[in-house]
């Protein structure tokens, strides 16, 4: 389906792939239970745009590494309010589809964005059935993922060969995790290293970009084209 709804859809749910874990030093012990983690953000939802200080040239840093070229087709996932969706209109993505577990942060993007290319979708990302994505993109949200090896093997299933993964933060991985202990440490297992989380992305993609630095994170890689 394409195009722009207020009436927020459901994703097509499908079961949970299984696979290892990562320990995360900080938060990790933690189990993040997604119903909490939904009533968590509904409730920062409202103030959400008011206490971010985003960079535009770091987000535009990020988007570079992740791929983004005119014509792409973007999963946002855990998209929030949509802090990204004007960077990858601006470099020409073709559609630009957002999901979030949380209704309130998707009303709240819903209510910022009536471009026709951007679609929105309620529900858990991990289960996020079909689409076919040049770019799938996990901005500031790993951590409240229960499990990073699972949901990166969920991820890559939907992209195309060529197509990109991204994990990425605009701050440095001890200012979250720091962060994560003081206001979320409810919802948050932690951030790991970004060499670590980049083993996770083999055998299903190939990292290009990992980078654990002092004032961002990124760990990017593609899919491997099919051989004929
Ligand atoms: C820290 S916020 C970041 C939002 C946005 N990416 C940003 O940078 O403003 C984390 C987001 O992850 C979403 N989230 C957490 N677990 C999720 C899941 N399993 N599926 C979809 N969204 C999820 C939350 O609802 C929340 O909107």
Not at 133 to 161: E, Q, T
Not at 181 to 188: G, M, N, R
Not at 193 to 219: H, K, M, N, W
Request: proline share 6%; glycine share 10%; net charge neutral.
């Amino acid at each position: 389906m394409r195009g722009y709804s207020k009436n927020i859809p459901q994703g097509g749910l499908r079961r949970r792939p299984r696979s290892g874990k990562l320990k995360v030093k900080g938060v990790d012990g933690v189990r993040v239970d997604r119903e909490k983690v939904r009533d968590f953000f509904d409730g920062c939802a409202a103030g959400w745009d008011a206490g971010r200080m985003a960079d535009p040239q770091k987000l535009r840093a990020i988007l570079a590494a992740a791929g983004v070229v005119p014509g792409a087709r973007v999963l946002d996932v855990a998209c929030g309010t949509g802090v990204l969706f004007p960077y990858y209109l601006e470099l020409g993505a073709e559609s630009v589809t957002g999901v979030d577990i949380s209704p309130e942060m998707l009303k709240a993007a819903a209510a910022k964005f009536s471009d026709p290319r951007i679609r929105l979708v309620c529900g858990d990302a991990q289960e996020l059935a079909g689409g076919e994505y040049d770019c799938v993109v996990v901005f500031n949200a790993l951590p409240h993922f229960p499990d990073p090896a699972a949901l990166i093997v969920s991820l890559s299933a939907l992209l195309v060969p060529g197509g990109r993964l991204t994990v990425a933060h605009d701050r440095c991985r001890a200012s979250i995790n720091g962060w994560h202990e003081q206001t979320a440490s409810s919802v948050s297992r932690g951030l790991p290293d970004a060499e670590s989380l980049s083993r996770l992305f083999v055998p299903q993609l190939i990292p290009d970009t990992v980078l654990d630095g002092d004032d961002r994170y990124i760990v990017s890689g593609t899919k491997a084209k099919e051989e004929h």
